[in-house]
């Protein structure tokens, strides 16, 4: 095997796409900022106990493992940046207000989450602790259509679901509660015969609920008709109410999008308490973007904090993207003159890109088209920009 080969599902990002990722997480993070976001680094490796605390079977799948040789403890590589942000504001920060975090940074996973997935995503998001009310998602699911709309996504469609739904159900059948982890596989795959052999023994109440989650499907009117379908048990009225809600905040938000509802939308890794939504863009099937409700992530790590945040991956958002195009540059020679070190200097701070060519060598760079190039002045001492082409 050639030794330059990569691992499955693990790639370099070459300049063009680079550059494109890169100004994404630039202005992103610039938004968060103007919304009170402040930036956190949470280490690329934990003990493997502290990274999954809160979070579900799904994480320690998703997580790479292995021995630290300084104290002969698991680590894990960070499979999802958000349990280790709410670690910062149960732990280190020690807040009781509101506190409104962002980060950025690569995370690892086991198994790509599609054919073609990356298991090196760019996560990228916010997470908001301290408020229990729908306001603080309505803020987080209005920053999650804000970040698709700089990177120039308009027609956004946003699917709502609620874990409260399926707690209900499960809290009312031992038997649904003991087949949890199939359920919600089948729920996810929305898998109606998997699940018509899994209820089988349930109570005709459950079941009858059960079976027809695959069909809550689309506009608002669908919550409606899950009132009609579902038992009437007070999470699910409580859960459906707030879907509704966030429903109508969600369509008067900033870079407003397509609402929908979803309620057999169970994707995630099992930490979320509430209300989760989802961001689809035209010509992808997988959402670009999640984001929910956790209250209990805090709590499992010794201090109760209603959690609301979204993420979504940099480099998947980027390669739907066209290819920038290329920075229009300055060609200039190399030389030791202080009047050409001066012009040079002075261009470039006034935020001219200018490359200088190494001697024999006269090539352009993939990101960058040399239009001008600096030429000392005929019968001169000056050094003036002459256009190129
Ligand atoms: N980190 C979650 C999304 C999320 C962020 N905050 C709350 N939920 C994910 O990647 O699916």
């Not at 409700?293 to 940099?314: K, N, Q, W």
Request: charged letters at 25%; glycine letters at 8%.
């Amino acid at each position: 095997m050639p030794n330059w080969l990569l691992p499955e599902n693990i790639a370099d990002v070459l300049p063009s796409e680079a550059r494109k990722i890169e100004e994404l997480r630039r202005l992103m993070l610039d938004n968060f900022r103007l919304y009170g976001y402040e930036l956190v680094m949470p280490p690329l490796l934990e003990y493997l106990e502290s990274l999954l605390t809160g979070a579900g079977e799904d994480t320690d799948l998703r997580t790479f493992k292995l021995v630290d040789q300084l104290s002969g403890r698991m680590l894990g590589l960070r499979p999802d940046m958000t349990t280790q942000v709410a670690r910062i504001d149960a732990h280190l920060l020690n807040r009781t207000s509101v506190t409104r975090l962002c980060y950025a940074g690569s995370v690892l996973h086991t198994r790509p989450s599609g054919l073609h997935a990356t298991r090196e995503p760019l996560q990228i998001g916010c997470e908001m602790y301290g408020h229990a009310g729908l306001e603080a998602d309505a803020e987080i699911q209005e920053l999650a259509l804000a970040s698709l709309a700089l990177a120039g996504f308009t027609a956004v469609r946003l699917d709502l679901t609620h874990v409260g739904v399926l707690r209900a159900l499960l809290d009312n059948c031992p038997a649904a509660k003991r087949d949890q982890a199939k359920l919600y596989a089948a729920l996810r795959a929305k898998d109606v015969p998997d699940l018509q052999a899994l209820t089988q023994d349930y109570a005709p109440l459950v079941r009858d609920a059960l079976l027809a989650l695959p069909s809550l499907y689309g506009d608002i009117d669908v919550l409606n008709k899950a009132r009609e379908v579902l038992p009437d048990l007070p999470g699910i009225a409580k859960a459906l109410a707030e879907l509704a809600e966030l429903a109508a905040l969600a369509a008067s938000a900033i870079g407003r999008a397509q609402v929908a509802i979803d309620l057999a939308d169970l994707r995630g890794y099992q930490y979320e308490s509430g209300a989760m939504f989802a961001l689809y863009v035209p010509g992808l099937p997988n959402a670009v973007a999640r984001g929910g409700r956790y209250d209990h992530v805090g709590e499992a790590f010794g201090r109760a904090r209603p959690a609301t945040g979204f993420s979504l991956d940099l480099r998947e958002l980027a390669r739907l993207l066209p290819t920038a195009e290329r920075k229009h540059s300055i060609r200039a020679p190399w030389g030791n003159a202080p009047e050409l070190k001066e012009k040079i200097a002075e261009l470039r701070k006034s935020g001219e890109v200018v490359i200088q060519s190494m001697p024999g060598h006269s090539h352009e760079l993939d990101e960058f088209e040399c239009d001008r190039a600096l030429v000392l002045e005929e019968h001169g001492s000056n050094w003036i920009l002459k256009n190129l082409g």
